[in-house]
Nanobody
Framework: QVQLVESGGGLVQAGGSLRLSCAASGRTLSNYAMGWFRQAPGKEREFVAAVMWSGDSTYYADSVKGRFTISRDNAKNRVYLQMNSLKPEDTAVYYC?????????????????WGQGTQVTVSS
């Protein structure tokens, strides 16, 4: 079992930045591909970014490419999402997820463990 806890969410003005953190416990994070997803009210959960086991491969949704950066520190068992140039449409609950094996990084069904989420609100 892997327990994931997100932190770093909050209220920020458009154009601002936030850094989300996901702390893992229970198992070594290096055994898992990690992803960030988000869910806005009334919408389905959507893929934001993913990083593979060693951190050498990263993937981003088109909507965040160039603004968000995913990274991981396996020694600290943490994954981060640096979010810059935030827009009101980035407002959502952001979830961290872990996948032991993954066929499609954008698919929620490929992830085995999920955190409880952290709220990000971007005001215009």
């Amino acid at each position: 079992q892997v327990q994931l806890v997100e932190s770093g969410g909050g209220l920020v003005q458009a154009g601002g930045s936030l850094r989300l953190s996901c702390a893992a416990s229970g198992r070594t994070l290096s055994n898992y591909a990690m992803g960030w997803f988000r869910q806005a009210p009334g919408k389905e959960r959507e893929f934001v970014a993913a990083v593979m086991w060693s951190g050498d491969s990263t993937y981003y949704a088109d909507s965040v490419k160039g603004r968000f950066t995913i990274s991981r520190d396996n020694a600290k068992n943490r994954v981060y999402l640096q979010m810059n140039s935030l827009k009101p449409e980035d407002t959502a609950v952001y979830y961290c997820a872990a996948a032991a094996s993954v066929m499609s990084v954008v698919s929620t069904v490929d992830y085995d463990y999920w955190g409880q989420g952290t709220q990000v609100t971007v005001s215009s």
